[in-house]
């Protein structure tokens, strides 16, 4: 069974590209890629049937063995993060296109879901697993057989061997269910929720969308500008770690009570959760790795301080190890005697490294 058979039974190939969003982050990266399962659901039920080998393991090895052969490893860039149809995986294998640990783990859910939805009982999720000391930002993904058990195989044809596991720092799991009616539930429930249930959901929802979290965060430029510039300069006083900003903001996001309010803090100003935690992470890696943190990023600290310090005296009280706005006015009256020296390396938006290894 070749990617040629398979691509006979699937949509033809159309060769059409949707940016997700610019500037993605891992949450838009999940999102979307929860969403190409869903929209593929008819393509995968269409060659599922080919990849049944017996047994949900002989099964996912099937799969490994498949991939491993017929669709090349390629990592995308940081800049270009895809997600794709069965047919485009396929065909863009034949010509070495880029395809990563994001399409072999939407591939393999897809067959083992068609299966699911043909009788066949496969416990299952996607996993988005962080291997970055210092960070919880995941940036790899692959596909676990009975999740969260004794009894886990990992299906990650990125690695040499099937069931190969490599540990990690912290992960994500996210299962993929259905009711009976063939619907999709991304969040592990069966069934039809009552009208004040779903309300309530979407009233969470939103609540995290906001200020959770994962908060998404108010980046247009139309919406409060200084605000813009103000959590601009904030990320880069951390950089910085000015008076020891940044080594506070990393000790605060340790404590659970300080975390939820620091990020909740950060999410009030318009901030992306993803962007304040993988500057905290680059902070603390920096941190372990020197002692210290010096730089100068083109910017007067002056100026910095200016426009982060609404923020700055916001964020304070959640701090541990001199709270209060005493500090804030200390930072600013010591902004003069900063050691200014070049450190470049300014980017704190989206992951900081690419998807996958």
Known sequence: MNADFLLGKLSPFQNKKTVITDNQSTNDIIDSMLAAHKKYVNEYDKISSYFWNGSPRAT???????????????????????????????????????????????????ILDGLNRKGHNINWAYRFANYKTGSRIPHH????????????????????????????????????????SGMEDFYGEIGRRSKSERRAKRKAKKQARRYGENCKGRTAAKIAPPLIAGRKAFLLLLRLNVKQLGKKIVLGLRNPEQR??????????????????????????????????????????????????????????????????????????????????????????????????
């Open 60 to 110: 996912a090895q099937k799969i490994f063995s498949y991939l491993k052969k017929n669709v090349r490893y390629n990592i995308e860039p940081d800049y270009n993060q895809s997600v794709k149809s069965p047919s485009a995986i396929l065909s863009t294998a034949k010509v070495n296109g880029y395809n990563d640990c994001k399409h072999y783990a939407l591939f393999s859910g897809g």
């Open 141 to 180: 993904t692959f596909i676990v057989l009975n999740p969260q058990t004794k009894n886990e195989i990992w299906l990650d044809p990125v690695l040499e061997k099937f069931d190969e596991k490599k540990p990690f720092v912290n992960k994500i799991d996210k299962k993929m269910l259905y009711n009976i």
């Open 260 to 357: 939820k309010k620091i990020i909740e803090t950060w999410c009030k100003f318009g901030g992306k959760a993803s962007q304040l935690k993988s500057t905290a992470a680059k902070v603390e890696a920096k941190l372990k790795r020197k002692g210290k943190i010096q730089g100068f990023l083109g910017v007067p600290i002056a100026t910095l301080l200016a426009a982060a310090l609404p923020i700055i005296k916001a964020m304070l009280k959640f701090l541990p190890q001199g709270a209060g706005t005493d500090v804030a006015e200390e930072i600013v009256e010591g902004a003069e005697g900063i050691v200014q020296t070049d450190d470049q390396g300014n980017d704190v938006s989206g992951l900081g490294y690419p998807y996958c290894y």
